[in-house]
Each structure stands twice: as C-alpha cells, then as structure tokens.
C-alpha cells in the first residue's frame, strides 16, 4: 500500500489532504520525515501523523435500506449509486456484496471484506434471499408448484434451483431462491407466464432488512448478522 493510501484511509483524510500533510513533513515512517507519498509501505512499516501513531480501520459490513432508481454500483455517470447515499469516508473503499436492479428495492449489504462478500455471494454457498414479488395478477397451484420444483429460463438450458413460495396476497408472493442468475426472479415469474410489478428484497440469509430503516437509510451490521454470514 502507498503512504498516501494508508495515511487517508487511516486518518480519514481524502488523498489530497493526506498527500499535503505528508509533503507538509507531518508524517513519519519508522520515525523518520521526509517521505514520499508514494513510498510503498511494508507490513511491519509505523507510521504516524503529527506524532500519534496510524492503523488502518478494521473491515466495514453495512446493511442498506436500497431505493428505486439508485444502481448498485461504485460509480455511475448517469445515475446516483448506493454509495452516493452514504458519507464520503464512510463509502471509502466499500463494494456491494449482492447487486439489486436499480427498480428493486430493499436488503443490500456493503463491505470492505472482499472475502466476506465471496462467501455470501458464490453460487457454492447456495445463500438464500427471500423477495417480496408484486404480481400481474395471483399465482395458480401449478405456477407456485412449478417454481418449487424449479424452471427453465429463455435462453438457460439449465433449470432453476427449487425454490420456496409463500402465497402472502392476492397477487403479492415471497419468493426464496438460492441462486443469483441474471434477473433470474423476473425471469422466473416470466416462465410461468406472469409479470413482475414490484420486487423487494426482504432478506440475505439469515439477516432481514431492518424494519426501522425507511428507504435511503443504512445501519452496521451487528456483529451476530456479520458472522452469520460469514
């Protein structure tokens, strides 16, 4: 990692301010000043600002309440992202663990721990996530059976994974898939000849969305929820 990097992410600093502070002879490494802001560090390197010590932060894991009409992505030239909801040094260096459609709505988890979101995300794992669906018009027996025993999709010669369907309204299900296909909840829907009008993520494994979060809020994952998906 860059001295740069490092001195920002560690003291909440952008990289601009951190690169002044450096070219400014306010940090030190090993105890010495006058250092390159792209000095590469070393693992056992110390470094300290204005004389007190640096480390970086630990791993972060956020739960969002996600909007219709924000993508999930980093960055977007056209639309606003997850990230542009949260503070800039809060969104420093998190990805998202579990994309949503940017018309879907509900549970998104964001992280710093590339490792963590692998094991929510691999198709190994067979995490579950649970989505409340806004139907054309209510499901017959044979439509909720035939995604309980799984379906082909357009152009997917491989048929989905069972899936779990609880009936909750006229034309409103809850449907728990274990896979992460491309639109694969509206795909699936689509096979048994319906249309989707609403979706919304409910839950991510054992971690539900809060139900004190309105739409654009986030909150920490606690700890339990953290582990529970890791």
């Not at 990097?5 to 600093?13: I, K, M, R």
């Not at 600002?49 to 996600?66: F, I, V």
């Not at 994309?99 to 992280?111: E, M, S």
Request: overall charge neutral; some cysteine; proline content about 6%.
């Amino acid at each position: 990692m860059r001295l740069d990097q490092f001195v920002a992410q560690s003291a909440g600093l952008s990289r601009k301010d951190a690169k002044r502070a450096i070219g400014q002879g306010r940090v030190t490494v090993d105890g010495e000043s006058g250092v390159s802001a792209n000095q590469k560090l070393s693992a056992q390197a110390r470094i300290a600002l204005d004389g007190r010590a640096l480390q970086l932060p630990g791993e972060r894991y956020l739960m969002m309440y996600k909007p219709a009409g924000v993508v999930s992505a980093t960055t977007d030239s056209d639309h606003p992202t997850a990230l542009d909801l949260l503070p800039s040094d809060l969104a420093r260096d998190l990805h998202i663990a579990g994309r949503l459609d940017a018309d879907t709505t509900g549970l998104l988890l964001l992280t710093t721990d590339g490792q963590w979101s692998h094991r929510v995300t691999s198709p190994r794992t067979e995490c579950p996530k649970t989505y409340q669906v806004t139907l054309d018009a209510p499901l017959t027996d044979e439509a909720v059976r035939q995604l309980e025993a799984g379906v082909h999709l357009r152009d997917d010669p491989k048929p989905t994974r069972p899936a779990r369907v609880r009936v909750t309204g006229d034309a409103v299900i809850e449907l728990t898939i274990s896979e992460g296909r491309y639109h694969q909840v509206k795909r699936m829907i689509a096979a048994v000849g319906h249309h989707v009008e609403a979706l919304h993520r409910m839950q991510i494994g054992p971690v539900r969305l809060d139900p004190a979060l309105k739409p654009g809020d986030y909150r920490p994952l606690t700890e339990r929820e953290q582990a529970s998906l890791g």
